[in-house]
């Protein structure tokens, strides 16, 4: 190996089962054969951490000093750049960029890279956090394309019950759920649906549903993002 | 929380899929309802790292250093315990656990502390490198338990390519070779039989077989055994 090993750091625990279900996309979304032509990756994952919603909307504590002890953490370790396994916690991105020192891969654009051109409506599944943080939708709009959200009765009794079914490892109910919400965003002409929420591609890939081939699932495409950032790197 | 957070460290990339695998047995093997409740680990997973197997027969460099590395590592990023989720790992144990100088909990010690007290002929399934390790026959024998292992020519043509087949996520072709080595040891008396090698279970449970009902997964053991581990310290 010519140069040093470069190695992805992994900020996860938000929650645990969505950082296992972004491990397992890196492996499948590496083209490798051998155990050693997969990614370096070392990974922080301590779910002791203040919820990210009630904190964006200034009901709870900042879960911000937890992060960034996971960045430094990792930076010690030595990681080169970090991805983060959870959406909503990309509300506190530029803090963790500015204090944390390392470069981090912005989930929300792996997401958009992988919006088909044609598709000006784009549907987007999210937590309340990560809808009031508006990071997807000022991709979209970068983009020219307009951004479907549920309902906020959508929010409360389909997007919302389904993220806390996968966290309880309740995956039936949590499909359910989840598939009614991208099919909400469907009918009102959505041409895809970004799952903006580590926890709903685990809900909607637990069954078979029609609105899978609709839906960019944004914990993969931060597994490619990653995967080309190592590739980058040794070509 | 009275007291400071314990963290458990998780030495992988031997395979990264088999890491995967043994943090969603962490997470099943945990009762927990919400995020908070589930183990805080720091994975060091850095595959480039040189083959066991032929290390241990002489016939390739030492993994060792590599693998203090990476014990080194999560020992500064706070860990106070230590998993490997590699079974051939082991045979560097007493060299980890004194260079390291942090509690590693063995994978043959959680993997026989699930052996039935009636079976007195136990199988092991495992790479030729466990085998001459010796970890697993030595606990058995101290249980007063026979310990039977697959021949020389079923290690050859079943076990090994088995492994070879999950490392390159080739599961169907794996099953069926990983289920005819544990038949054989089942033919041959075995009551029950030890998938020592983190990547059979992944093998053993991706189809349906009846070998399943006979075989204690080591990897999940030693979920369990760190989750032990986890409560120990809250009560």
């Known amino acids: 190996m010519g140069k040093a090993l470069r190695k992805l750091g992994v900020l996860g625990g938000m929650g645990p089962l969505a950082t296992v279900d972004f491990l397992q996309k ?17 990974v922080y994952s301590v779910p002791q951490i203040p919820e990210r919603p009630p904190a964006i909307t ?30 909503t916690a990309h509300y506190w991105y530029d803090d963790l960029l500015r204090e944390g020192g390392v470069p981090i891969l912005h989930i929300a654009d792996a997401a958009c890279r992988a919006l088909a051109n044609e598709a000006t409506r784009v549907g987007l599944i999210a937590t309340g956090g990560t809808i009031a943080a508006g990071f997807y939708q000022q991709r979209f709009a970068a983009l020219g394309k307009t951004c479907l959200l549920n309902s906020t009765h959508e ?27 991208a099919q909400g ?33 944004a914990t993969r495409a931060l597994a490619r993002g990653c995967v080309r950032w190592w590739q980058d790197d040794r070509d």
């Open 58 to 87: 200034g009901n709870g504590p900042s879960p911000l000093p937890h992060m960034l002890e996971g960045i430094y953490t990792l930076k010690r370790a030595g990681v080169d750049a970090v991805a983060i396994a959870c959406n």
């Open 26 to 42: 890196l492996i499948e979304e590496t083209p490798a054969t051998r155990d050693e032509e997969h990614l370096p990756v070392i």
């Open 185 to 217: 965003l469907l009918a009102r002409g959505a041409q895809g649906i970004i799952l903006g929420c580590t926890e709903i591609p685990l809900a909607i890939e637990f069954g078979q549903s029609a609105v899978s081939a609709h839906c960019i699932d």
């Open 155 to 181: 929010q409360h009794t389909l997007v919302g019950p389904a993220i806390g079914h996968v966290k309880r490892g309740e995956l039936t109910q949590a499909h359910a759920l989840a598939t009614r919400a």
